[in-house]
């Protein structure tokens, strides 16, 4: 094998075969005198003494402070609002005009509605109306055909700040409670400490911290659906989409679920209600949309829908009657004669008591006199009762025939 040897210049006035020294030595190399010596004159450069100096080569360049600006009267400041103070007013979400059809039924057909910031909005309708199909596909779980749908004013959907309740069952059946609850925070941005101390308050607050340990399928319907719920807000969600809440709960139960959705719409949490229990609807929601056939039956709050409904009927006239003696068909009469004011046909029901209660949703201003005259029949008047009409009766008469008897009326 052959070996390649480097032939070494010598240095001029160096020995001869001494190879040449590097030219830079390491700084932990040098003496004690010269490093105390850079110290010294690091410490003593003009920019470390506050001392400016024409700049050179180095990076270092000479420190000049900026004029404060020139003084301007508040007569001629213009207050620009923020943009985070801009958001607030855009509404929460946004749908419009959404389609979605499967084969070739149409599901939802035209919806459009706005759900506000601390608001709880009733979406309402009979089985088979739209309602589950609408949810799912602002929460992009289905997309649909046409139609737009905005969060936040964005067309991306921040899954971290929505909360949702399904109508069915979502957690897994033999998972541990707090575990499955920690989990769900984690998966909506939470920290796990987070996530764990969020779950703890909200297990106390549904009366569940005894069961924390257990296993969801050791617990009843309704206490399984309290986990559900404690599931869907425990990360302080911008908007809680909340299907059938009520389901399985006791009166009780209802009454505390009432007070923690009245209480997420004070923290300015939006919510999305959709049930069928409308007593508790009527008391919780700002403001309703009814729909049938996947189209708007009705919106707005509840006195707007109740001018709407049944052609501006909004107060219902009761009476009860003593028919003990009155001619035969006198209370046909009575009813005749609030046909010809009433929105709807007027309703005549006997009472177990020997009662019987006519009821008719009368408009403003009704003239009662063609009542008044069929009063003097016979009929002795126990009662007479105005009221506004209930969200019952709204939906009934908007919804109306064969889908009301679709709906679950808890005050019924």
Same mark, same amino acid.
């Given at each position: 094998?052959?070996?390649?040897?480097?032939?070494?210049?010598?240095?001029?006035?160096?020995?001869?075969?001494?190879?040449?020294?590097?030219?830079?030595?390491?700084?932990?190399?040098?003496?004690?005198?010269?490093?105390?010596?850079?110290?010294?004159?690091?410490?003593?450069?003009? /920019?470390?003494?506050?001392?400016?100096?024409?700049?050179?080569?180095?990076? !270092?360049?000479?420190?000049?402070?900026?004029?404060?600006?020139? =003084?301007?009267?508040?007569?001629?400041?213009?207050?620009?609002? !923020?943009?985070?103070?801009?958001?607030?007013?855009?509404?929460? /979400?946004?749908?419009?005009?959404?389609?979605?059809?499967?084969? *070739?039924?149409?599901?939802?057909?035209?919806?459009?509605?706005?759900?506000?910031?601390?608001?709880?909005?009733? &979406?309402?309708?009979?089985?088979?109306?739209?309602?589950?199909?609408?949810?799912?596909?602002?929460?992009?779980?289905?997309?649909?055909?046409?139609?737009?749908?905005?969060?936040?004013?964005?067309?991306?959907?921040?899954?971290?700040?929505?909360?949702?309740?399904?109508?069915?069952?979502? #957690?897994?059946?033999?998972?541990?409670?707090?575990?499955?609850?920690?989990?769900?925070?984690?998966?909506?941005?939470?920290? =796990?400490?987070?996530?764990?101390?969020?779950?703890?308050?909200?297990?106390?607050?549904? *009366?569940?911290?005894?069961?924390?340990?257990?296993?969801?399928?050791?617990?009843?319907?309704?206490?399984?659906?309290?986990? @559900?719920?404690?599931?869907?807000?425990?990360? =302080?969600?911008?908007?809680?989409?909340?299907?059938?809440? &009520?389901?399985?709960?006791?009166?009780?139960? @209802? +009454?505390?679920?009432?007070?923690?959705?009245?209480?997420?719409?004070? @923290?300015?949490?939006?919510? #999305?209600?959709?049930?069928?229990? /409308?007593?508790?609807? +009527?008391?919780?929601?700002? =403001?309703?949309?009814?729909?049938?056939? $996947?189209?708007?039956?009705?919106?707005?709050?509840?006195?707007?829908?109740?001018?709407?409904?049944?052609? $501006?009927?909004? +107060?219902?006239?009761?009476?009860?009657?003593?028919?003990? $003696?009155?001619?035969?068909?006198?209370?046909?009469?009575?009813?005749?004669? /609030?046909?010809? !004011?009433?929105?709807?046909?007027?309703?005549?029901?006997?009472?177990?008591?020997?009662?019987?209660?006519?009821?008719?949703?009368?408009?403003?201003?009704?003239?009662?006199?063609?009542?008044?005259?069929?009063?003097?029949?016979?009929?002795?008047?126990?009662?007479?009762?105005?009221?506004?009409?209930?969200?019952?009766?709204?939906?009934?008469?908007?919804?109306?025939?064969?889908?009301?008897?679709?709906? +679950?009326?808890?005050?019924?």
């Amino acid at each position: 094998m052959k070996v390649m040897r480097r032939r070494v210049t010598p240095r001029a006035g160096g020995s001869g075969g001494a190879p040449r020294a590097r030219r830079r030595r390491h700084r932990g190399s040098a003496p004690p005198a010269a490093r105390r010596l850079a110290a010294g004159r690091r410490a003593a450069s003009p /920019l470390r003494q506050g001392v400016s100096r024409p700049p050179g080569r180095g990076r !270092h360049f000479p420190v000049r402070r900026a004029r404060p600006p020139p =003084r301007v009267p508040a007569s001629a400041v213009t207050v620009v609002p !923020h943009a985070r103070s801009r958001m607030t007013a855009l509404p929460l /979400l946004s749908v419009r005009d959404i389609v979605k059809s499967f084969g *070739g039924a149409r599901a939802v057909d035209g919806l459009s509605f706005e759900v506000r910031r601390g608001e709880v909005f009733g &979406f309402l309708g009979p089985n088979g109306a739209g309602k589950t199909t609408t949810l799912r596909a602002l929460l992009g779980i289905i997309r649909p055909d046409a139609g737009e749908i905005r969060f936040e004013g964005s067309a991306v959907l921040d899954r971290r700040r929505v909360g949702y309740l399904p109508e069915e069952r979502g #957690l897994l059946e033999d998972a541990v409670i707090l575990d499955a609850l920690v989990y769900l925070g984690t998966l909506r941005g939470l920290s =796990r400490r987070a996530a764990a101390a969020a779950a703890a308050e909200w297990l106390e607050r549904v *009366g569940l911290s005894a069961h924390a340990r257990k296993k969801l399928n050791t617990l009843s319907k309704g206490n399984q659906q309290k986990v @559900q719920f404690a599931g869907a807000v425990l990360h =302080r969600p911008a908007l809680a989409v909340l299907d059938e809440p &009520f389901s399985g709960l006791d009166p009780l139960n @209802q +009454e505390l679920f009432s007070r923690l959705i009245r209480e997420l719409g004070a @923290q300015g949490t939006g919510v #999305l209600l959709s049930a069928h229990h /409308l007593n508790l609807a +009527e008391r919780l929601c700002d =403001r309703f949309l009814l729909i049938a056939h $996947g189209r708007e039956a009705l919106a707005g709050t509840l006195d707007e829908i109740r001018r709407a409904a049944a052609g $501006g009927a909004g +107060e219902v006239l009761e009476l009860d009657l003593r028919a003990e $003696g009155a001619p035969d068909g006198a209370v046909a009469h009575v009813v005749a004669a /609030l046909a010809s !004011h009433a929105r709807g046909a007027p309703r005549a029901e006997a009472r177990a008591d020997g009662r019987v209660r006519v009821e008719a949703a009368l408009p403003a201003g009704a003239d009662l006199a063609p009542l008044l005259r069929a009063l003097n029949g016979g009929l002795r008047v126990e009662r007479v009762h105005m009221r506004a009409l209930s969200l019952h009766e709204i939906y009934v008469r908007s919804v109306g025939g064969a889908d009301a008897a679709a709906v +679950e009326v808890a005050d019924a």
